[in-house]
């Protein structure tokens, strides 16, 4: 190797080394808070790691934001007093956007929005129930092909008892969506699928997860449920999941958030991840539009 | 499935976790008590005070501090200390960052809490000590100090060691608000177990039994200590 060469190495590796260092030097830090008790969102393994949905989200945004993200774990109950403490930067822990929490903080767009499922017995009429199967339809915006599906399961309804649960955005959308069929609302989840195992309602309204989940015990135990009909999203179901920031405070790192989230729609990241930890795409395809 | 090998100790299962979360429970409640009762008995001098202003100021604390939920004294310290640890920092000329840490604020509130529900058993029980026998002590020339520690520190012990079993107790479950800050105790570890293996029927009511055991064990240590302070008295313990 000539000494010409050999110099023209060394430089190039101390561009490399000084590249580096200027990268890691310029990388910000972002601290974000979860609670890490609810599963499969964000949760703890026995080990005391953060795993979940959002621990694998965050991963891949803050690489597409060439930021640093390290997490705060935090009761959920206090987040929001400690964030305006400046505790950390925002929260990410399955927030939901409502009117009342965006009075006190900034959310972001939404990177969740769980579908909602009808669900019933699989040897009844309703669990023969074929159209809008396998699709989903956004409430906020529906064709008229959407339309159309909407229209055959309300008719498939029409003589049916449909259970709902009380707290939920359910209520509202069942009513908005299917006014006229007869409604059973319920305080707990719980009590409302007790009654679907026992007869006593013909169908409910649920989250997709929670769906998935219920449909597989029923069947470990010999009894077959199946999730019909298209799933739903949007409207009065609500808007989704979102980070919370400062009232006024962090427009910037909120955009920088907006942009990461829009392009990892955009590819699909997030909706394999959701498909991974919670069983169904909870992507936004909106937020890929824009 | 066996539902208990959740509770296994090593990185399968959660039995290490709750150790450690039970010892930082017992900690946060061991320092909290003993600074409390620390704290509780000039407080209670304070009250018994013929001094004015002590009675009015340590009246007006025991009253507030007993008076609000105890959530609501670790929310002040924790997340609402911010703006007053930032003016005592400024004041002592110190620029850095300055935060409640989790630990500290939760023991601290511990520590007030206890103070005040300590310092009114105290009051309580040197008001129960026989006037008599202190004029009878004072008949005798005892100077103040012999006073207190031979006639009035030990029988106040006695008449307030019961009450302050209870003290204990309420101590002991407060720990558990501190959760809210994220500090990793006992409850906050049930929490995280309940939540991430969802099973939480399982973890409540190990934290149910671990609680158990420590009130248990806290009991048979003041029912010694009761018989231990009432050797002297002529019916004894439990009489």
Known sequence: ?290 | MNPLHLLAFGPTGWGDELAYGAAMTLVIAALGFAGGLVLGLPIAAARLSSNVVLRAISGVYVTVVRGVPELLVIYLLFFGGGQFYRYVADALGYSGAVAADAFSAGVLAVILICAAYSAEVFRGAFQAIPKGQIEAANAFGMTRSTLFCRIKLPQMLRYALPSIANVWQLVLKDTALVSVTGLVELMRTIDVAAGSTRSPFLFYMTAILIFLAFTAVSNKAFEGAERHFSRSVIGGYGK
């Open chain 1, 1 to 290: 190797m000539n000494m010409k060469r050999r110099m023209l190495l060394v430089s190039a590796a101390m561009l490399v080394a000084g590249a580096s260092t200027v990268l890691a030097a310029d990388q910000r830090v972002v601290k974000l808070a979860t609670d890490g008790t609810y599963a499969p969102f964000n949760y703890t393994d026995p080990s005391g790691k953060l795993v979940g949905f959002e621990p694998d989200l965050v991963d891949d945004i803050c690489k597409r934001m060439n930021v640093k993200c390290e997490w705060v774990i935090q009761n959920f109950d206090g987040m929001i007093p400690a964030l305006n403490e400046k505790r950390f930067d925002a929260i990410l822990a399955s927030l939901s956007i409502t009117d009342e929490r965006a009075k006190a903080v900034d959310f972001s767009i939404p990177y969740y929005a769980g579908p909602t499922r009808l669900i019933a017995s699989g040897d009844g009429k309703l669990g023969q129930f074929k159209s809008g199967e396998g699709s989903t339809i956004l409430l906020g915006s529906m064709s008229d092909k959407d339309k159309a599906v909407i229209g055959d399961v309300a008719a498939a309804l029409k003589d049916a008892t449909v259970g709902v649960e009380r707290a939920s955005t359910h209520a509202k959308f069942f009513e908005e969506t299917f006014p006229g069929v007869k409604v059973k609302i319920y305080d707990k989840g719980e009590n409302m699928m007790l009654d679907l195992v026992a007869g006593r309602i013909d169908a409910a309204v649920d989250g997709a997860g929670s769906t998935l989940n219920f449909i597989s015990e029923q069947e470990k135990a010999g009894k077959k449920f199946v999730a019909f009909g298209p799933a739903l999203k949007g409207g009065a179901l609500g808007k989704g999941v979102a980070l919370a920031f400062r009232k006024g405070e962090e427009t910037e790192l909120r955009e920088e958030f907006n942009k990461a989230i829009r392009e990892a729609t955009a590819d699909g990241s997030i909706s394999k991840m959701s498909v991974k930890w919670i069983g169904v795409d909870g992507s936004i395809p909106e937020n890929a539009a824009k």
